[in-house]
């Protein structure tokens, strides 16, 4: 049976990831910083094995990577530099041949080329490497993590956006349909998917939201 290798697992997205493979019946390695810590998480199901993975570790690629046909992955944010710290682990794949790679980018990424994302999309694509790009917008549970402190103490949204609408999305609907391509590969094969939520909000429509919500202004 294969053997699915998600890698951030613990992260917002990649544990809805492991939860919707494991609960249609696949065998997944969850590829996490901490596996003493993780596997708590996951000590009731015994389709998920745990080991610890580093994209600046190339120690860590080839015991991770041992018996897997697909990966998923999303780009720590704190690697800003793709080159030095990603092109290893994608040329690593590729020398696996490795059957379908699912990689979290950027919605609008393709008229973006100074950004990360882009650079780690053309290099899968140079490599030939068998993908499929999902681009979200932006993650609504940004409004509880990177705004929760404005919220909380100053009952704001401080962020420099105008009238502009966002799409937002849910990343445990990022995270299911990374799963449906993972369990579903020939027909996602090379494809590049812009997702995002079913409307598009401001800023302002969002605090109302909230406002009616909380109870507070």
Known sequence: MEKILVLGATGNIGFTVVQTLTAAGHQVRAGVSNPEKSRALWQDNDLVDVTHFNFLDTG????????????????????????????????????R?????????LIGVE????????????EMMRLDLPFTFLRPSFFMQNLNTTHQEDIQKHDDLFIPAGNARTSFIDTRDIGEIAAICL???????????????????????????????????
Do not use: C, W
């Open 111 to 122: 008229k973006n080329p100074v950004t990360p994302h882009h650079k780690i999309e053309k």
């Open 183 to 217: 369990m579903n590969t020939p027909q996602h094969i090379g494809q590049k998917y812009s997702i995002t939520g079913k409307e598009a909000l401001t800023y302002y429509e969002v605090a109302e939201k909230m406002t009616t919500i909380l109870g507070e202004k």
């Open 60 to 95: 860590t690629y080839p015991i991770a990577l041992e018996g897997i046909s697909k990966v998923f992955f999303v780009r720590p944010p704190q690697l800003s530099t793709p080159k030095e710290d990603m092109f290893p682990f994608l040329q690593f794949l590729k020398e």
């Open 97 to 105: 041949q490795i059957a379908h790679v699912v990689f979290v980018s």
